[in-house]
Structures are given as C-alpha cells and as structure tokens.
C-alpha cells in the first residue's frame, strides 16, 4: 500500500501544479475581460450632410459622426453607426434594433412621447430654397400655392402639413432632403422646406443649383438631441455627461468649427 501511494504521490504533485497554473492564468486574463467596452448601435441617417453622409468608401461621416465618437470616448463605450431611414428610425429604436440615435433629429413635445431625448446640442430652424429666378417668394406663406418639396416625417413636413393641410397633394414628400432639392434643380416642385443647414450645405456644395433661400421669422427655433429608448435613465444620463464634458474641454468647439466655421453654435 505504501508503495502504490509513494507511486501516486508525483502524479498528484504534478496535477496540482497544472491547476495552480490554471487558477493564475484565469487571474491574468480577468483585467482583459473587465476592460472590454460595451458595444451600442447607432442609428443615423446617411444623407443628411453635414450632420451624416456616406463618403466615397461608404463611411458614415459628419458633424453628427464626429460628436457622438467624442461623447462615446468620454464614458468608455464603442459605438457602431448602422445607416438608418429617418422614416421610421424611432421604430428601430423602439424594437432595440438600435440602443441610440443620432441624426440631427429635432426635439419635439410628439416625440418625447415615445423616446428620451439628451440635452439639446444644436439650434436651428428652417429655411425655404426656390429657384434663384423665382422672386415671389419672401416669405413662408407665398407658398400656399406652390409644390413643395419636403423630407418625409421631418419637421420641415410638419411645419408644411400646417400651412396647407396634411393630404394637400402640393406636398412631394422624399426619402431625402437632398432629393427633395434635386427635385427642385429639376423643376419638379417649386420650392423645398428643409432645415438651415442642410439647405445651405447643399448649396454650398451644389452652385450649380442656383437657389435663393427665404429666411422666416415665424419658422421656431429647433433644438436636436441625442435620443434612447423610453425609459432608459441610465444611458441617458451618461450620454448627457459625455455631451456635457465635450462642451467643456472644447471638443465640441472643435467639431463645431470643423463643419460650420462661423461659431454658429
């Protein structure tokens, strides 16, 4: 019996060895495992420059790109921007197709309804483009009877249902703002209702075109956030640190220069 044990005995030694190194493997690989950033899906529109376009390596790019990379690196979580339709991007949201969007989406009482919304992190209004040779119109009301060019589900549809009634065949809806200028290039419809910057982005990128814009007074100042689904406190309020820490370091100036160029924000 001694014998056999005294046989056993190394054996033993050497499978309790094996596992000392297994436990303190395990122990090194922990730090890794703890490091790892949490992954949130990111719905943006890809044709809304210059807040999210497509480059020409198919990139989702812009200011919108570019804030919410430096909010994500503020609170320590990786993103990825899936390309989503602005019609029907709550719905992604909503089904957690998506965990945030962000999209130069307008805060509005109707939304927040069904989403939450961070502190707003841009200002702005819309802007009527017409033809340069059209001087008719100088303001929002001498389009009432007009075609009018609008994005589907935006604001700039919204502010446009009210002028001439929601079904008025006056109103082209598209998938796009951009489209809905092409159309204007083209003769299509007479005038386009869009958010400032986009119209003027396009504009400024598109001088061929040969657009006026009507500024109007009466259209209300618009304040775009980052949105989460309904009820999701915890995300929310760290995205609002992150937009809050951008402000203060002066990244946000930053991006905000690099896109705009005049302190507009």
Same mark, same amino acid.
């Given at each position: 019996m001694k014998k056999m044990l005294s046989r056993y005995l190394p054996l033993c030694a050497l499978s309790l060895g094996l596992l000392a190194v297994g436990a303190c493997s395990k122990k090194e690989e922990a730090p890794a495992a703890a490091s790892k950033q949490t992954l949130y899906v990111v719905g943006v529109e890809s044709a809304y420059a210059p807040f999210s376009a497509e480059n020409e390596k198919k990139e989702v790019v812009g200011f919108d790109i570019d804030l919410m990379k430096a909010i994500a690196a503020k609170i320590g979580i990786e993103v990825k921007f899936i390309p989503t339709p602005f019609e029907g991007i @709550?719905? @992604?949201l909503a089904q957690g197709d998506r965990d945030l969007l962000i999209s130069a989406? !307008?805060? !509005?009482?109707e939304r927040k309804q !069904?989403?939450?919304?961070?502190?707003?992190? @841009?200002?702005?209004?819309q802007?009527?483009?017409v033809p340069?040779?059209?001087t008719s119109v100088k303001?929002? !009301?001498d389009l009432k009877?007009?075609?009018?060019?609008v994005q589907s589900a935006t604001t700039g549809d919204e502010v446009v249902q009210n002028l001439v009634g929601k079904n008025n065949p006056s109103i082209k809806r598209f998938d796009s703002t951009t489209l809905a200028l092409k159309e204007l290039e083209s003769g299509g419809v007479d005038a386009v209702v869009a958010d400032d910057p986009v119209v003027r982005n396009y504009i400024t990128n598109n001088p061929s075109a040969s657009f006026r814009v009507v500024p109007d007074g009466g259209f209300p100042k618009e304040y775009y956030g980052i949105a989460v689904r309904k009820g999701n406190t915890e995300l929310l309020a760290k995205i609002n640190q992150g937009l809050a820490d951008v402000k203060a370091d002066g990244s946000f100036a930053k991006i905000n220069e690099k896109y705009f160029g005049n302190g507009k924000q």
């Open positions: @709550f719905n @992604f989406i !307008t805060i !509005t009482d !069904t989403v939450d919304f961070s502190e707003p992190y @841009f200002e702005a209004s802007l009527i483009a340069q040779g059209n303001q929002f !009301t009877t007009m075609k009018i060019g």
